[in-house]
């Protein structure tokens, strides 16, 4: 039998935490007692890891007692990373700092990794994710990508799995998470009836349509900045990058540099997400027809807004108005 180390942070931890625990421990009960019932063996032991033996996670509402500590496992096969307030191993309390020095180790000698929503920032302080593919909570992401610019954060995806590590996005949908391993360690079967035991949608795998997009403005390019704030108040108009650039007194390949540095993203990018967030909200609030509202944000082109808008939030503007619109949805009933 396989052994599964689920990791209790008795420190700088939220309510995030305590369900990820409460919901991974969950879950992987539940696929061992799907295969015992059918006659089969379960897969994993499952164990709540803690770092040091007297202390538990405690938020003054909730509290969970670890069954194990680091220095009473040789081995294990699977550790997943709850959400927690960690967000660097300079930062990270001695306890904490523990866990990051055993993950750090259990991968080198074979264990695979799992973080859950901001758990990422706790698996990027191991240093092995530099290099690979992650994604974390989209609200995070800049503050991610300040500590960590050597990891490839793709806060567009729900789940990555490089390596042996998986990450997923923010909040509930470590869920997903919890789908995509039982499939990937027991079978279909066990992940289907997990899925309509807990009720989780099985084979979501992106968390664009979740993002609400305020820009990168954590830099100190004054010109850059000045050029973010153009594009946000004139959207709707026709714009051209390279007299926004001659304005910025910046030659047009300058400034595409300073630009993507500064914000990841290159103008026309960041303009065409600054187009969609404002279609997002008009979809959500408004009774426009998708016609109206592509228009209202500056495109002329039908297929060009749909592509876009596809890209950016991973539906079609027809459909993300009938799932987030109140109004289209109540007349639907």
């Known amino acids: 039998m396989k052994h599964l180390s689920i990791l209790v942070p008795d420190e700088q931890t939220s309510m995030s935490t305590i369900a990820c625990i409460v919901g991974a421990y969950q879950v992987f009960s539940e696929a061992n007692s799907y295969l015992t019932s059918k006659g ?3 897969i994993f032991k499952i164990e709540l890891v803690g770092a040091a033996k007297n202390d538990f996670l405690n938020n003054n509402l909730l509290s969970i007692k670890h069954q194990l500590t680091i220095k009473e496992i040789d081995k294990t096969n699977l550790i997943i990373i709850p959400a ?13 700092k523990l866990l990051i020095d055993w993950v750090t180790m259990q991968y080198k000698q074979g264990a695979e990794i799992a973080s859950m929503c901001a758990g990422s920032f706790m698996l990027a302080s191991t240093g092995i994710l530099a290099g690979k593919i992650c994604s974390t909570h989209w609200a995070l992401s800049e503050n991610f990508k300040e500590l960590y610019p050597d990891v490839n954060l793709q806060t567009d995806q729900l789940i990555t799995d490089e390596h042996g590590i998986y990450t997923n996005g923010g909040a509930y949908s470590f869920l997903n998470l919890l789908m995509y391993l039982v499939e990937k360690f027991y079978d279909r079967q066990t992940a289907i009836h997990c899925a309509k035991y807990f009720q989780i949608d099985l084979d979501r795998n992106l ?8 820009g990168h403005k954590k830099h100190n390019d004054d010109a850059i900045l000045m050029a973010q704030k153009f594009l946000e108040e004139n959207y709707q108009d ?3 990058i390279e007299k926004l650039s001659l304005d910025q007194s910046i030659g047009r390949r300058n400034f595409d540099r300073r630009f993507i540095k500064a914000t990841g993203l290159t103008p026309l990018d960041y ?3 600054v187009k969609i967030e404002a279609a997002k909200k008009m979809f959500e609030t408004t009774r426009k027809t998708v016609s109206e509202i592509m228009y209202e944000v500056g495109y002329n082109d039908a297929k060009a807004f749909r592509d876009v808008f596809s890209r950016v939030t991973g539906l079609s503007p027809l459909d993300y108005k009938s799932k987030y619109n109140k109004e289209r949805r109540m007349c639907s009933v």
């Open 40 to 42: 089969e063996k379960a």
């Open 84 to 96: 927690s307030l960690i967000r660097s191993y300079e930062t990270s309390t001695k306890n904490n």
């Open 207 to 214: 968390q664009a349509e979740f993002s609400i997009f305020n």
């Open 238 to 240: 026709k714009i051209s």
């Open 271 to 273: 303009l065409q997400r």
